[in-house]
């Protein structure tokens, strides 16, 4: 392979997890080319800067990702590094993403509050406050406990645990990955099984995103690429992407390869959770793509589309 080095520039959001996942991402091209020179700039996007809304009411699609969009397609930097769950389903032309890494621990999990003395989200009080920015984690805790109170959270992991700490709350939910990957796992006081709790398309896994005619970037990216995850990951995407959801849709998806079978369950939602449809598919991994676009039509006429319609009226 003729490689040719060049001064590569990661495009991030700043927050102390968004850096984590540019630095370990650099760490990991670096052990592959080491003589590569590589710097990271931070970009402040839209999903950043409104803190005081929930994600819901902002509009849903591009929030972490457009700014930094625009600064790859105007080749201000190389590639961007994203939590896959962020990146809308649908990239702007000229744009793809150039590789998908190995999965964290897909699950959410639950943080009581340090002070309860209960750890666990089943013994919460009934009429309980539990904290979460997601409409997809509000439907299915309310699914399951209808008496609980929400309360909407937003900022990084660090204000959301001051957050919670200064509260009455009894716990916060998060995604597994980012507390793991900041180091936080003592904190977790609960794994949700995803029988319980479908993740978010994509949740544990990083897109790195590229411009498409830039062929150089594909090489060094190549030994980040994560086969498993992509098949899975793409499978969600499809499902996401057919029903044209963003974060104002409590969608969830969880895809896996099983020895050699790809296996997705799905989820669709009203936002009280009182109405919910969920499904299963499987199938051989290459054809990820056709079974989640399968799952999503079949829940979509199995009850789906009428929740769907019912949001889209409230929005």
Same mark, same amino acid.
């Given at each position: 392979m003729n490689i040719k080095f060049r001064k590569i520039i990661i495009g991030t959001r700043g927050s102390q997890l968004a850096l984590w996942q540019a630095e370990w991402v650099k760490g990991e091209m670096l052990k592959n080319f080491p003589k590569l020179q590589i710097e990271v700039d931070i970009i402040k996007t839209t999903g950043d800067k409104v803190l005081?809304?929930?994600?819901?009411?902002?509009?849903?699609?591009?929030?972490?990702?457009?700014?930094?969009?625009?600064?790859?397609?105007?080749?201000q930097v190389d590639l961007a590094v994203h939590s896959l769950k962020d990146l809308p389903t649908s990239l702007p032309d000229g744009l793809i993403i150039g590789a998908i890494t190995k999965r964290e621990d897909v699950r959410d999990v639950f943080i009581a509050h340090p002070q309860k003395k209960y750890k666990i989200f089943d013994e919460v009080p009934m009429n309980g406050k539990i904290a979460t920015g997601s409409l997809r984690r509000k439907c299915q805790i309310l699914n399951w406990r209808p008496d609980l109170e929400i309360i909407d959270l937003r900022g990084n992991l660090?204000?959301?645990?001051?957050?919670?700490?200064?509260? $009455?709350? #009894?716990? /916060?939910?998060?995604?597994?990955?980012?507390?793991?990957r900041l180091g936080f796992e003592n904190r977790i006081t609960e794994?949700?099984?995803?029988?319980?709790?479908l993740?978010?398309?994509g949740q544990g896994a990083l897109g790195i995103e590229?411009?498409?005619? $830039?062929? #150089?970037? /594909?090489?060094?990216?190549?030994?980040?690429i994560s086969q498993a995850t992509t098949f899975s990951t793409l499978g969600e995407r499809s499902f996401l992407r057919t029903l044209e959801g963003g974060c104002q849709i409590p969608v969830g998806a969880y895809a896996r390869i099983e020895n050699n079978e790809f296996i997705m369950d799905g989820m669709i939602g009203s936002l009280d959770g009182k109405k919910m449809v969920r499904?299963?598919?499987?199938?051989?991994?290459?054809?990820?793509?056709?079974?989640?676009?399968?799952l999503a039509q079949t829940l979509y006429a199995s009850g789906g589309r009428e929740i769907l319609e019912q949001i889209r009226k409230q929005a």
């Open positions: 005081d809304s929930p994600l819901s009411k902002i509009g849903d699609k591009g929030l972490f990702t457009k700014e930094i969009e625009h600064a790859l397609l105007a080749k660090n204000t959301r645990f001051t957050k919670l700490d200064a509260s $009455d709350w #009894d716990g /916060i939910i998060l995604a597994s990955a980012g507390v793991t794994s949700f099984p995803t029988g319980k709790m993740p978010a398309v590229i411009r498409e005619d $830039d062929r #150089d970037i /594909i090489q060094y990216l190549h030994p980040l499904g299963k598919v499987c199938g051989v991994p290459e054809k990820s793509e056709e079974l989640g676009q399968q």
